[in-house]
C-alpha cells in the first residue's frame, strides 16, 4: 500500500462534513472520525516493523526541476507523532460534535480541522524537506482559519492574524534554512540531508542554517520570545486549542528539532541554542501560568512551559535526555489535550473560565473533576502518572548535565523552579475550580456535560495512569522506535520506571510538590508582587509594531505615488538612463571599430529633415497642427530610410500606416483642446530636457555601439529555407506568415482587440465640438468639397486594384497582407472622408468588427487546419500548379493566413477610423445599441 | 553613416522622451509616436546597413538580415493600433474629465 493513501484519506475527509451535514451533528461527526481513523488503522499496520526501526517511503514525483517529490516516509518518529494526530485527533473531534452550539456552522469547523489534520500528517510524514515546508505553511493557514473560527470576535481575528504572522514569519526563515540545506546537502530528500550531517555542520553558513531553522521550530513551537502569541490563539474554539494548542501544532517545531536531529544536531552551537532558549521558556511559562486567572491562560502558559521543557532536553542532547524528550511528546499531549477539553467543558457548563468565579464543582461535576485530577495530576509530574516519569527523566539529566560549563549549577536550579511552579499552577487550577468555596453570587446549576463529551477526555486521562502504571508495555516499544529514527544507533537502553532508589532528582521531586503547596498558599502575596513589575501586553506591542509597519509603508508610498503620472514616468526613465548608461559605461569604446560606411548627400538630406522634424515637433508641441505635421516629416523621412537601407517592405507599411495615424491624429485634433494653457515651470522644463537629452544620447551611444559591431545573425536559416521550406523568395514576408506565423497570429489578435476596445470606448461619448478654430473663424458648413468626391471616387479601383496587386505578390516581391490591408483601408477612409459617413455606409454596408474577427478565424482556421493533416500548428504547405491562362502558379496556405492578416488589418483600422470620425455625425455609437448588437453592427 | 543614423535614432528618442514627460495627452501621443519611430528604427538597425540589398531571394548577391525586417513590419502595425487606442482613451478622458492632462485633473505642472 503506497504511504500517499494516509494524508490522502485526511485531505478526503475534509469534504466529508460537508457531504454528511445534513444527517445531523452526530452522524456527521461520526462520519468525519472514519477517514483520520483509516488513516491510523493503515499506520498501525506496520507497526511490527516500525518497532524494529524500519523506514517505509514511498514517492512519487513531482516537481523535479526543483527537487520537490511528494515523497512520504513512516519511521518511529513519524508513528509516534502520527498516534497523536489522528488518536487524539479523533477523539477531539468527537468532543468537538458536543462542544459547538446547534447552530454553529459544524461543516466548516470539521472541514478546517481534518485539513489541519492533514497538514500536520503531511508534516510529519514528508520525505522530502520542501515538501515537509509546504505542509508546514499549510498549518499556519490552516490554524489561522480554526482560532480565526467565530471571526464575529475581534480578540479571535487578531488571534488569528497574529499567529499567521508570527508563524508565517517563521515559515518564511525555515524556508530560507531549507533552500540552503537543499543547497549545501544536494537534494531535499529527507534521507539525503539527514545523512549529510558532516556536510552541513562543516559548511560555513551552518550558523545560519540553523538560526534560520530555529527561528521556524521557535515560532512555531512558541519558544520564548516568540510565545506571545499563543496566548492570544486562546480565543479559539476549545477543541482548536485542545487540538492545535496542546498536542500537534506547537509540537510542529518540536517534531523538527527532532527530525533534523541527524543532520545539524551534536554541535555545542545546537546544544547551547536549544537549552538556553528551552530553558528560559520553561520557567517564563512557568511563572505565568502561575499568575493567570483565565483557564485556558494558564494552560497556555503551561503550554509554553512544557515545550521549553522539550526543547531544554533535545538541547542536553545525551541519548538518555532525547529519549526523555519523546516520551515527554506524548505524555504532555494526553493529559494536555484532556486539560483543555476539561476547560471546554467547564466553560461550555458554567459560562466563564475566569478561575476567580469558579469553584466548588467537585460535588456538581464529578466526572469532570476526575478526569481533570488524573490528568492535572499527570502535568504536574505526581506519581503515579507518565508525567512523573519524564520529568524524572528530565531532572536526572539535567543535574548532570555540564552543557552550561561553570554555570551549569543553574540549569537544575532553573528547572526546579520551573517544576515547582508547575505543581503549583496545576494545584491552582484543580483547587481553584473543583474545591475552593465560590465567592460569585450568581447560582451554579452546573453539572456534568453528555457523556460523549467527557468520554474523550477521560480516556485519555486513564491512558495517562496507565502509562505510569505499565511504562515498560504501553510507552517503550513507541518511544524506542521514535529515538531509532532520531539518533539512530545511539538510542540507549533505557528502563522507564516510577522507582529509581533514593536520589536526588526523586528529591528535587518531592520538594517540588512541597514548593508547589507553599506557593499556592503565597498566591495572592507572589500575584501583588508580579502586578508591581510593568505590565507588557504581547498583544499590544504587536498591533503597535503592526500600525508602526503599515504606516511606514503608507508613507513610503505617498513618496513615491504622489498620483502625477508625469513623475512616475520620469522616475522610470531616470532609473532606465541608470541602467543603460551603466552598460555603457562598462564597455572600454564605444566604437567597435567596424568600418564605417560613407554618407552621401541624399542621406544627409533626409537625416537632416528628420532631426528638424523631430525637434520641430517637439518644441512646437502647443501649437498642435504644426507639431503633427513636423511629426508626419518625420514618420516619411523614416519610410524613405527603410527604401534607402534595402527595406521595401517597411517603406511600404510605414508609408501606409502614416497615412492612416496622420487621418487619426488629424481627427483626435478635433476632439481635443486646440491649444493647451501654458502652466510649466521653467525647472520642469529644464528637468524634462536633462531627461530626454541624456536618454537621446544613451540611445544614440548604443545604437551606434551595436552599428560598428559584427553581430551574430541567425538570418541564413531564414535565407536558406524561404524557397524550399516556405514557397516564397520575399523572406520577411515568409517569415510573417510561414516560419514566425505564430507570432503573427498574436500580433493580428492585439490589432483585433485595439480595434474592439476603441469601439467600445466610443460608446456614450460627451462630445466637445468646436465651432470653429482659435482666430474665432467658424467651420465651413460646406463638408464634402467636389474635387474630393470626385477624385477619390476615381481613386477607388485603382487603389484596391494596387492593393490586390500588392497581396498577391507579397510571397515573392515586397508586399503581402498588412501593406495590401492598410492600403485598401486608406483607400475606402478615402470614401468615408470625401462623401462622408451616411454615403458611404449607405453603399457599403460592412460591419467592420465582422471582418476583423472574419480575418482572424481565418488565420486561426489556416493554422488548426494543420493539425488536420497531423502537423503541429500552422505549418505550411504549398504547391505549384498549371492554371490556364495564368500558367504555373504557386499556391500555399500561407496564402490563407495571409489573407486572414489582410482582413484583419482592414477590418481594425477601418473599424478604429471610420467610428471615430461617425462621432461628429447622428450614428454616434450608442450605449443602448452597443449592448444589443455591438459585436454584430459595427458601424451604426 | 552609422553616425549618422544612430544620432537621427539619439535625436528621435530624445525629442519623443520630451514629448512623452508633457502633461498633455495630445503632446503625449505624438511622443510616443516619436519614440516609436526612434525604436523601429533601431531595431531595424540590428541587422545592420545594408545597401541594395532586399531580402528577397535571386534580388541579390548578399541580402540584408530580413529578421528584424519582419518583427519591425509588425511592430509598425501594432504601433498604429496602440496609438489609435490611446487616441481613443485621449478623446474620451477628455470628454470624462473636461480636461486633456494626463492625470485627468487641471493642475499646475511646474509643481510635484
Known amino acids: 500500500m503506497s504511504l500517499l493513501w494516509i494524508p490522502l484519506l485526511t485531505l478526503t475527509g475534509t469534504l466529508v462534513p460537508f457531504l454528511t451535514a445534513s444527517l445531523g451533528r452526530k452522524p456527521s461527526t461520526l462520519a468525519t472520525m472514519v477517514a483520520p481513523l483509516i488513516a491510523l488503522f493503515l499506520i498501525l499496520t506496520h507497526l511490527p516493523a516500525l518497532f524494529d526501526g524500519t523506514v517505509i517511503t514511498s514517492s512519487l514525483e513531482w516537481f523535479p526541476q526543483i527537487g520537490l517529490d511528494l515523497a512520504f516516509r513512516l519511521d518511529g518518529l513519524t508513528l509516534l507523532f502520527a498516534l497523536l494526530i489522528l488518536g487524539i485527533g479523533s477523539l477531539i473531534l468527537f468532543y468537538a460534535g458536543y462542544y459547538l452550539s446547534a447552530k454553529e456552522n459544524d461543516r466548516r469547523f470539521f472541514a478546517f480541522m481534518m485539513l489541519f489534520m492533514t497538514a500536520m500528517i503531511g508534516i510529519v510524514m514528508a520525505d522530502?524537506?520542501?515538501?515537509?515546508?509546504?505542509?508546514?505553511?499549510?498549518t499556519s493557514l490552516s490554524s489561522f482559519l480554526l482560532?480565526?473560527?467565530?471571526?464575529?470576535?475581534?480578540?479571535?481575528?487578531?488571534?488569528?492574524r497574529m499567529s499567521l504572522a508570527v508563524t508565517g514569519a517563521g515559515g518564511l526563515a525555515l524556508l530560507a534554512g531549507i533552500l540552503m540545506i537543499g543547497d549545501i546537502a544536494g537534494s531535499f530528500a529527507m534521507e539525503t540531508v539527514l545523512s549529510s550531517g558532516e556536510l552541513l555542520r562543516q559548511s560555513e553558513y551552518y550558523p545560519l542554517i540553523l538560526t534560520l531553522v530555529l527561528l521556524g521550530a521557535f515560532t512555531k513551537s512558541a519558544q520564548f520570545p516568540f510565545h506571545f502569541w499563543l496566548p492570544h490563539a486562546m480565543a479559539a474554539p476549545t477543541p482548536v486549542s485542545a487540538y492545535l494548542h496542546s498536542s500537534t501544532m506547537v509540537k510542529a517545531g518540536i517534531f523538527l528539532l527532532a527530525r533534523l536531529n541527524p543532520a545539524l544536531g551534536d554541535t555545542s552551537l545546537w546544544a547551547i541554542s536549544l537549552a538556553v532558549f528551552g530553558l528560559a521558556t520553561l520557567t517564563y511559562g512557568a511563572w505565568f501560568a502561575f499568575l493567570q486567572r483565565d483557564l485556558k491562560g494558564i494552560l497556555a502558559f503551561s503550554t509554553i512551559s512544557h515545550l521549553g521543557l522539550v526543547v531544554l532536553l533535545l538541547g542536553l542532547s545525551t541519548p538518555l535526555a532525547i529519549v526523555a524528550a519523546l516520551f515527554h511528546i506524548l505524555n504532555h499531549a494526553l493529559f494536555k489535550a484532556t486539560l483543555f477539553m476539561s476547560a471546554g467543558i467547564i466553560d461550555h457548563e458554567t459560562g466563564t473560565r475566569d478561575i476567580r468565579r469558579l469553584g466548588g464543582l467537585l460535588a456538581l461535576m464529578p466526572f469532570t473533576a476526575t478526569l481533570t485530577l488524573l490528568s492535572g495530576a499527570a502535568m504536574a509530574g505526581i506519581p503515579p502518572f507518565n508525567g512523573f516519569l519524564s520529568k524524572e527523566m528530565l531532572l536526572t539529566e539535567v543535574v548532570s548535565t555540564e552543557i552550561f560549563g561553570g554555570l551549569s549549577l543553574l540549569a537544575p536550579l532553573l528547572v526546579l523552579i520551573g517544576a515547582t511552579l508547575s505543581v503549583a499552577y496545576t494545584l491552582r487550577l484543580v483547587h481553584g475550580v473543583f474545591f475552593a468555596t465560590r465567592t460569585a453570587r450568581e447560582p451554579v446549576q452546573a453539572h456534568d456535560p453528555p457523556k460523549g463529551m467527557y468520554l474523550p477526555g477521560l480516556s485519555l486521562a486513564v491512558l495517562c495512569l496507565l502509562i505510569g502504571l505499565f511504562p515498560m508495555t504501553l510507552a517503550a516499544p513507541l518511544i524506542n522506535s521514535a529515538s531509532l529514527a532520531v539518533q539512530g544507533a545511539s538510542t540507549p537502553s533505557f528502563y522507564f520506571a516510577l522507582w529509581h532508589g533514593l536520589n536526588l532528582p526523586l528529591l528535587m521531586s518531592l520538594l517540588a510538590i512541597g514548593g508547589g503547596v507553599l506557593l499556592l498558599m503565597h498566591h495572592p502575596r507572589l500575584n501583588t508582587l508580579a502586578a508591581l513589575l510593568p505590565a507588557k501586553d504581547a498583544k499590544e506591542s504587536f498591533e503597535r509594531a503592526i500600525i508602526r509597519l503599515t504606516k511606514a509603508a503608507y508613507w513610503l508610498t505617498l513618496r513615491l505615488e504622489n498620483g502625477s503620472l508625469q513623475r512616475y514616468q520620469a522616475l522610470l526613465l531616470?532609473?532606465?538612463?541608470?541602467?543603460?548608461?551603466?552598460?555603457?559605461?562598462?564597455?572600454?569604446?564605444?566604437?567597435?571599430?567596424?568600418?564605417?560606411?560613407?554618407?552621401?548627400s541624399l542621406v544627409l538630406l533626409v537625416a537632416f529633415v528628420m532631426i528638424?522634424?523631430?525637434?520641430?515637433?517637439?518644441?512646437?508641441?502647443?501649437?498642435?497642427?504644426?507639431?503633427?505635421?513636423m511629426l508626419s516629416t518625420v514618420g516619411l523621412a523614416v519610410s524613405l530610410t527603410f527604401?534607402?537601407?534595402?527595406?521595401?517592405?517597411?517603406?511600404?507599411?510605414?508609408?501606409?500606416?502614416?497615412?492612416?495615424?496622420?487621418?487619426?491624429?488629424?481627427?483626435?485634433?478635433?476632439?481635443?483642446?486646440?491649444?493647451?494653457?501654458r502652466w510649466v515651470s521653467r525647472r520642469r522644463i529644464a528637468r524634462d530636457l536633462l531627461l530626454a537629452s541624456a536618454f537621446g544620447l544613451l540611445i544614440a551611444g548604443l545604437n551606434f555601439a551595436v552599428l560598428t559591431r559584427d553581430t551574430l545573425s541567425i538570418a541564413d536559416y531564414?535565407?536558406?529555407?524561404?524557397?524550399?521550406?516556405?514557397?516564397?523568395?520575399?523572406?520577411?514576408?515568409?517569415?510573417?506568415?510561414?516560419?514566425?506565423?505564430?507570432?503573427?497570429?498574436?500580433?493580428?489578435?492585439?490589432?483585433?482587440?485595439a480595434g474592439l476596445g476603441t469601439y467600445k470606448l466610443l460608446n456614450r461619448l460627451r462630445l466637445f465640438k468646436p465651432s470653429g478654430n482659435l482666430e474665432g473663424i467658424r467651420w465651413s458648413s460646406h463638408r464634402y468639397p467636389l474635387i474630393f468626391e470626385v477624385i477619390a471616387q476615381f481613386i477607388l479601383p485603382l487603389a484596391l486594384l494596387v492593393s490586390a496587386y500588392i497581396f498577391l505578390r507579397g510571397h515573392n516581391e515586397p508586399g503581402g497582407g498588412f501593406i495590401a490591408g492598410l492600403i485598401t483601408a486608406v483607400a475606402?477612409?478615402?470614401?468615408?472622408?470625401?462623401?462622408?459617413?451616411?454615403?458611404?455606409?449607405?453603399r457599403l454596408p460592412v460591419s467592420y468588427p465582422i471582418v476583423a474577427v472574419i480575418g482572424l478565424l481565418t488565420a486561426l482556421a489556416t493554422g488548426l487546419g494543420s493539425w488536420v493533416f497531423g502537423y503541429p500548428f500552422l505549418t505550411s504547405a504549398f504547391d505549384y500548379f498549371d492554371i490556364p491562362l495564368i500558367g504555373k502558379t504557386e499556391l500555399a496556405t500561407a496564402l490563407l493566413f495571409d489573407i486572414g492578416v489582410y482582413l484583419t488589418v482592414v477590418g481594425a483600422t477601418l473599424m478604429i477610423l471610420v467610428n471615430l470620425g461617425s462621432v461628429t455625425t447622428a450614428h454616434r455609437p450608442k450605449l443602448k445599441e452597443s449592448l444589443q448588437n455591438a459585436p454584430q453592427e459595427g458601424n451604426k | 553613416m552609422e553616425l549618422l543614423f544612430s544620432l537621427v535614432t539619439g535625436v528621435l528618442s530624445g525629442s519623443g522622451i520630451y514629448l512623452l514627460l508633457r502633461g498633455r495627452t495630445f503632446s503625449v501621443i505624438v511622443g510616443l509616436t516619436l519614440l516609436s519611430y526612434a525604436v523601429n528604427l533601431f531595431l531595424f538597425s540590428m541587422g545592420g546597413l545594408h545597401t541594395d540589398a532586399a531580402a528577397v531571394i535571386g534580388a541579390s548577391?548578399?541580402?540584408?538580415?530580413?529578421?528584424?525586417?519582419?518583427?519591425?513590419?509588425?511592430?509598425?502595425?501594432?504601433?498604429?493600433?496602440?496609438?489609435?487606442?490611446?487616441?481613443?482613451?485621449?478623446?474620451?478622458?477628455?470628454?470624462?474629465?473636461?480636461?486633456?492632462?494626463?492625470?485627468g485633473k487641471q493642475g499646475d505642472e511646474g509643481v510635484n
Open chain 1, 128 to 138: 522530502n524537506l520542501l515538501l515537509m515546508w509546504l505542509f508546514w505553511e499549510l
Open chain 1, 147 to 160: 482560532i480565526g473560527f467565530w471571526g464575529h470576535r475581534s480578540d479571535a481575528r487578531r488571534g488569528a
Open chain 1, 574 to 600: 531616470l532609473s532606465a538612463i541608470v541602467m543603460t548608461g551603466l552598460g555603457l559605461s562598462q564597455m572600454e569604446l564605444l566604437s567597435g571599430g567596424k568600418r564605417l560606411q560613407s554618407v552621401d
Open chain 1, 612 to 629: 528638424f522634424g523631430a525637434i520641430g515637433s517637439a518644441l512646437a508641441h502647443r501649437w498642435r497642427l504644426v507639431s503633427l505635421l
Open chain 1, 643 to 677: 527604401v534607402r537601407f534595402s527595406a521595401p517592405d517597411l517603406a511600404l507599411t510605414q508609408l501606409s500606416v502614416e497615412v492612416a495615424s496622420m487621418i487619426l491624429l488629424i481627427l483626435a485634433l478635433f476632439f481635443l483642446p486646440q491649444r493647451p494653457p
Open chain 1, 718 to 753: 531564414f535565407l536558406d529555407q524561404s524557397v524550399p521550406g516556405g514557397g516564397g523568395s520575399n523572406v520577411v514576408n515568409v517569415i510573417l506568415v510561414d516560419f514566425r506565423g505564430f507570432d503573427t497570429f498574436g500580433e493580428i489578435t492585439v490589432l483585433a482587440l
Open chain 1, 828 to 842: 475606402l477612409l478615402l470614401q468615408y472622408m470625401a462623401r462622408g459617413y451616411e454615403w458611404t455606409n449607405e
Open chain 2, 61 to 103: 548577391e548578399s541580402p540584408a538580415d530580413p529578421l528584424p525586417q519582419a518583427l519591425v513590419l509588425t511592430a509598425i502595425v501594432i504601433g498604429f493600433a496602440m496609438t489609435a487606442f490611446m487616441v481613443i482613451l485621449a478623446i474620451r478622458a477628455r470628454a470624462e474629465f473636461g480636461n486633456d492632462h494626463v492625470d
